[in-house]
């Protein structure tokens, strides 16, 4: 692999689920802070007008024909890349949370690196938003199991802002989790010895739409994504 990564093909991958409030904003921002990269939308089956306004833009996109969930999508986009022979492709949300001014920083800090995986967290300097207080409690837990199972301490390991080569490409291509995805393929991949490093960023907080994540499935995503982390960990 080039030592530069502004030589790489890069693709950032964007999950759309009923993001019609959002993913217009979304794409102004790739195009304008992140010119480097190619991005592909993979609208998940949208029961809302986000399909209309793909069309209507001309935006790239994947239209699944049945609702995959987001570990479907983002795995469809992980295969996507990988055939289409990127480099580097990167998990970017499709609700406006996360600003593309610091994927080409990711990309580099991965090919400086050496890493496999590159997060952009919140929680490193505490800036901009920080989540409600409910989920930073779940992200905390997280943080100690994962620690606790792999030695090492991801302070955002819910982020949904990675970046990642070819080698963990290929693998989510054929094996990426179905639910809440991003603890459980963090944990697949220490355990399997890849090396995932963090750098600070800033995210902003859901302008529109509704987050996949309520105050009412909370436990069950605690519970679920604990014993998936687990699973992972033991069946490395």
């Given amino acids: 692999m080039a030592r530069n990564a502004e030589n790489l093909k890069k693709l950032i991958i964007i999950p759309a689920y009923n993001e019609s409030e959002n993913i217009e904003r979304t794409i102004r921002d790739v195009k304008e802070h992140a010119p480097g990269f190619d991005y592909v939308i993979i609208n998940d089956c949208s029961r809302d007008d986000t399909l209309e306004i793909l069309r209507k833009n001309n935006f790239h996109y994947l239209n699944l024909p049945?609702?995959?969930?987001?570990?479907?999508?983002?795995?469809?986009?992980?295969?996507?890349?990988?055939?289409?022979?990127?480099?580097?492709?990167?998990?970017?949300?499709?609700?406006?949370?996360?600003?593309?001014?610091?994927?080409?920083?990711?990309?580099?800090?991965l090919v400086s690196t050496g890493s496999n995986m590159v997060i952009g967290s919140r929680f490193i300097k505490k800036e901009g938003f920080q989540s409600s207080g409910m989920r930073r409690a779940g992200i905390r837990h997280f943080t100690r199991l994962i620690r606790l199972l792999t030695r090492k301490t991801i302070t955002d390991p819910t982020s949904g802002l990675r970046i990642v080569d070819r080698k963990l490409m290929d693998?989510?291509?054929?094996?990426?989790?179905?639910?809440?995805?991003?603890?459980?393929?963090?944990?697949?991949?220490?355990?399997?010895?890849?090396?995932?490093?963090?750098?600070?960023?800033?995210?902003?907080?859901?302008?529109?739409?509704?987050?996949?994540?309520?105050?009412?499935?909370?436990?069950?995503?605690?519970?679920?994504?604990?014993?998936?982390?687990?699973?992972?960990?033991?069946?490395?």
């Fill in 171 to 236: 693998l989510f291509q054929a094996d990426y989790p179905k639910d809440y995805p991003e603890p459980e393929s963090t944990v697949m991949v220490l355990s399997k010895g890849y090396k995932v490093q963090e750098i600070p960023v800033i995210m902003n907080e859901r302008e529109g739409g509704v987050s996949s994540i309520s105050l009412l499935n909370g436990i069950y995503y605690m519970i679920k994504v604990s014993l998936a982390i687990l699973f992972a960990r033991i069946h490395k």
């Fill in 66 to 109: 049945v609702n995959l969930g987001i570990g479907g999508a983002v795995q469809t986009g992980y295969r996507y890349a990988y055939y289409h022979g990127y480099d580097l492709a990167v998990q970017f949300d499709g609700d406006g949370q996360h600003n593309a001014a610091y994927l080409q920083a990711m990309a580099d800090e």
